[in-house]
């Protein structure tokens, strides 16, 4: 990568990241305050965790393909700034009502789409997934900062400090997209890291897909009702005090991190995704049965929550990659885009039915509640397909007709290990699908200089002309 495109992928990682960090750090502490707001009932605390993911699960694709219109910075500034008026209307609430009015405003700041169209703007096709690798890095980071720094924080400043200090971080935000993050000389539609409308239906139709969307649904509804139980159970059962609570969280998270490595090595480099896959699905049941049961006790509370982590980063690290490997080469910016939406009303739905399964049937109900769900997952994923061990790459094809894109997509298909090669000429690339193990790379590149060489030609005849 270039000094402009590392400079790019790492401003755009760091606003995400610091997005992420303001809706999450409020998830391990939350449900503490179920006592002190007024108003607060336990289904009105899983309603004002959750949601966020609505607002947001109905935004992030409007924002996206307006940033295709009006510009990638403008729909990110304003995202940006929706997300500190959210964060600045829950700072001021002395109620639960106009906390969940700030929570739903900071969701409605859904600026993921654009920053993945602006990423692809800025960087070049054969670097793209490194940009975009950066930015999925920095959100597990942002996810597991937060579930420490929420505990820690709350004890120096309470909830209203921890939203005054997400406007803050809104607010820096902002100037490093103005002043850090370059702007593209031109912006263009990419399909792979973009959704486009005209490819919905087919997403939505496709079996596998489908699978792999109620999944990260599924994982974040769980993710979510969890939390409005865990930080109950921690303080209230196993009597640890709240500002200690990153005592456990730490140590689980870092494990996790920790013991997924090897789980995920052995899904892409031996092949062995559907097994790890599923394998993780069933572990994550056994945590939430392990809670169910032992969450009075705090040695089994932080055993089980170790056993949550490792399955939960495994499949989160896990499912966007088998997205990438079934989508259509030319439609993985839409399959993204609607995985991403399931996963944030998966978060939604989570908070509400977390809360008002706490509120009938207690801490235990939820995380049976839980086990349930994940119950269901582990059904659709043991009937999905095992899938092809496939990486997308982009490469830059230049000004070409129809004719002549349809025979480039058979060239490129006749270089041994191309799958799927789709050459779209109003966009001026061709979208592939390989396999890394049997792909013979030189000649590909080979392909590539020539294209490349192609395409400089024909920009220096335009320009004398």
């Known amino acids: ?25 409020i998830l391990p502490i939350f449900s503490l305050y179920a006592d002190v707001l007024p108003g607060a009932t336990p289904f009105l605390i899983g309603v004002a965790i959750g949601i966020y993911g609505l607002t947001q699960a109905a935004f992030q694709i409007p924002f996206g393909l307006a940033s295709d219109r009006i510009g990638r910075k403008p729909v990110i500034v304003l995202g940006l700034l929706l997300f500190a008026v959210g964060s600045v209307v829950a700072a001021l609430a002395d109620n639960i009502g106009w906390i969940i009015v700030g929570r739903a405003l900071q969701g409605a700041g859904a600026i993921a789409a654009a920053i993945m169209a602006l990423n692809a ?3 070049r096709e054969e670097n793209r997934l490194k940009a975009m690798a950066m930015i999925g890095m920095s959100i597990g980071l942002a996810f597991a ?14 909830l209203s400090g921890i939203f005054w200090l997400t406007a803050v971080l809104a607010l820096v935000a902002v100037a490093v997209v103005l002043w850090v993050v370059p702007t593209p000389v031109v912006s263009r539609r990419h399909r792979d890291a973009e959704p486009v409308p005209g490819q919905f239906r087919a997403v939505l139709t496709h079996p596998q897909l489908l699978r792999l969307d109620a999944g990260i649904f599924l994982l974040h509804l769980v993710l979510t009702a969890t939390f409005v139980a865990v930080p109950l159970a921690l303080r209230d059962e196993a009597g640890l005090p709240s500002g200690h609570h990153w005592w456990v969280y730490l140590p689980v998270l870092l494990v996790g991190m920790g013991a997924m490595i090897p789980f995920v090595v052995m899904a892409e480099k ?22 169910a049961f032992g969450h009075a006790h705090l040695a089994t509370l932080v055993g089980a929550l170790m056993i949550y982590f490792v399955a939960f980063n495994i ?20 399959a993204m885009g609607v995985y991403s939406s399931a996963q944030f009303l998966g978060a939604f739905l989570g908070g509400v039915a977390g809360g008002a399964v706490l509120q009938q049937a207690g801490i235990g109900g939820v995380f049976l509640f839980a086990a349930a769900m994940v119950g269901v997952w582990l059904v ?30 058979s060239r490129l298909l006749a270089i041994p290990g191309v799958a799927e090669a789709v050459v779209i000429p109003e966009d001026g690339v061709a979208y592939l699908k ?32």
Do not use: H, N
């Not at 031996?270 to 945590?287: I, P, Q, T």
């Not at 659709?380 to 000004?399: F, K």
């Not at 020539?450 to 004398?464: P, Q, V």
């Open 145 to 158: 900062a937060a579930l420490v720094l929420g505990p820690l924080l709350d004890t120096f400043i309470g």
């Open 121 to 123: 703007d800025l960087t």
């Open 434 to 465: 390989v396999d890394a193990e049997t792909l013979d790379q030189e000649a590909l590149e080979r392909m590539r200089q020539k294209l490349a060489w192609r395409a400089g030609m024909a920009e220096t005849a335009s320009g004398s002309g």
């Open 315 to 334: 499949l989160e690290a896990t499912l966007p990659s088998l997205v990438a490997k079934t989508s259509p080469p030319d439609m993985k910016g839409t």
């Open 270 to 291: 031996r092949r062995k995704m559907k097994r790890v896959f599923v394998g993780a699905v069933a572990a994550l049941g056994v945590a939430e049965l392990i809670l």
């Open 1 to 25: 990568m270039s000094p402009r495109e590392r400079r790019a992928a790492g401003a755009l990682a760091g606003i995400y990241a610091l997005r992420m960090l303001g809706l999450f750090m």
């Open 380 to 409: 659709i994923a043991a009937t999905m397909e095992s899938p092809r061990y496939l990486v997308s790459q982009v490469i830059a094809v230049g000004d070409v007709s129809r004719a002549e894109a349809a025979d480039l997509a």
